[in-house]
T-cell receptor
Framework: DAEITQSPRHKITETGRQVTLACHQT?????MFWYRQDLGHGLRLIHY???????NKGEVSDGYSVSRSNTEDLPLTLESAASSQTSVYFC???????????????FGPGTRLTVT | AQKVTQAQTEISVVEKEDVTLDCVYE???????LFWYKQPPSGELVFLIR??????QNEISGRYSWNFQKSTSSFNFTITASQVVDSAVYFC?????????????FGKGTMLLVSP
């Protein structure tokens, strides 16, 4: 079955280190998204991509970057981790057929990141 | 700017009670999509429903029903005869068609606790 996976599921890192969170989907979806979830804030969009070589900034993109070299993967990099980036990170994907299902995003299991 | 408000932070009910989760949204777009997602204690985000702004017909799926009212900008979610397995955080979300696929704005969520 098609799915979306994230790795690692849990990570502890130190302030100032570079961290990369992986996201891999097998639905062949063109659209991919990264969110962070924090208590009291719900989910907030970090970056998104509409296809290979396309990346865009979301609401809370400072300190994060993404690259899209193939359809299946959208890794999220924290250039220099800060304690404020301690959060749960979710990757999501959606179709791009031009229909209403393009707006349905399907989420990975999440990565819990702790920056000490 | 689009906005989603879930005024109920936490709701506690006893099994078999009916419960309604409120969602109020703001948007200037005439074409938009509304969503509900469920996040059980295991942490994953589960898509429940998508409605578009032109379809105000209420929807029922088993014990779940959704009441969409454009006049009050609300998209409320009712669980009939609640069960312990319904315990989760529920998120309402909004996407404006005119802003592209990325504008999935989430409310802050309502935690539902169903006791036996």
């Amino acid at each position: 079955d098609a799915e979306i996976t994230q790795s690692p599921r849990h990570k502890i890192t130190e302030t100032g280190r570079q961290v990369t969170l992986a996201c891999h989907q097998t639905w062949n979806h063109n659209n991919m998204f990264w969110y962070r979830q924090d208590l009291g804030h719900g989910l907030r969009l970090i970056h998104y991509s509409y296809g290979v070589q396309d990346t865009n900034k979301g609401e809370v993109s400072d300190g994060y970057s993404v690259s899209r070299s193939n359809t299946e993967d959208l890794p999220l990099t924290l250039e220099s981790a800060a304690s404020s980036q301690t959060s749960v990170y979710f990757c999501a994907s959606s179709e791009s057929t031009g229909g209403p299902k393009d707006y349905e995003q399907y989420f990975g299991p999440g990565t819990r990141l702790t920056v000490t | 700017a689009q906005k989603v408000t879930q005024a109920q932070t936490e709701i506690s009910v006893v099994e078999k009670e009916d419960v309604t989760l409120d969602c109020v949204y703001e948007t200037r777009d005439t074409t938009y999509y509304l969503f509900w997602y469920k996040q059980p204690p295991s942490g994953e985000l589960v898509f429940l429903i998508r409605r578009n702004s032109f379809d105000e017909q209420n929807e029922i799926s088993g014990r779940y029903s959704w009441n969409f009212q454009k006049s009050t900008s609300s998209f409320n979610f009712t669980i009939t005869a609640s069960q312990v397995v319904d315990s989760a955080v529920y998120f309402c979300a909004l996407s404006e068609a005119g802003s592209g696929y990325s504008t999935l704005t989430f409310g802050k969520g309502t935690m539902l606790l169903v006791s036996p």
